[in-house]
């Protein structure tokens, strides 16, 4: 699967962003997406994922309760809705897929740049 994320962009602190990313192929309902971010000067870390049907969602405790990941199978696209953005959210941001939990996220998009303003 290919992966294209787009949506970045500046915000003020406080704002919200929503980020997409669009898979080419016709599994796409059969992969875990998972969404990710590298802070400047940091390593790449977990934000998020979300299940094949979307049924379920794992969030990394620094987004919880202000990101909200969807998916929709019939577009081969997943979402990542920011709110209340802080400035440490500043980041690029990947997302990613994998077809199991057993397996490591496997297939990256390029990274989309987010950038809080305080």
């Known amino acids: 699967v290919q992966l294209q994320a787009y949506g970045g962009g500046l915000v003020q602190a406080g704002g919200s962003l929503r980020l997409s990313c669009a898979a080419s192929?016709?599994?796409?309902?059969?992969?875990?997406m998972g969404w990710f971010r590298q802070a400047p000067g940091k390593e790449r870390e977990f934000v998020g994922s979300i299940t094949q049907s979307g049924g379920s969602t794992y969030y990394a405790d620094a987004v919880k309760g202000r990101f909200t990941i969807s998916r929709d199978n019939a577009k081969n696209t997943v979402h990542l809705q920011m709110d209340n953005l802080k400035p440490e959210d500043t980041a690029v941001y990947y997302c990613?897929?994998?077809?199991?939990?057993?397996?490591?996220?496997?297939?990256w998009g390029q990274g989309t740049l987010v950038t809080v303003s305080s």
């Open positions: 192929g016709r599994t796409f309902s059969e992969y875990i």
């Open positions: 990613a897929a994998r077809i199991s939990i057993l397996y490591q996220f496997n297939f």
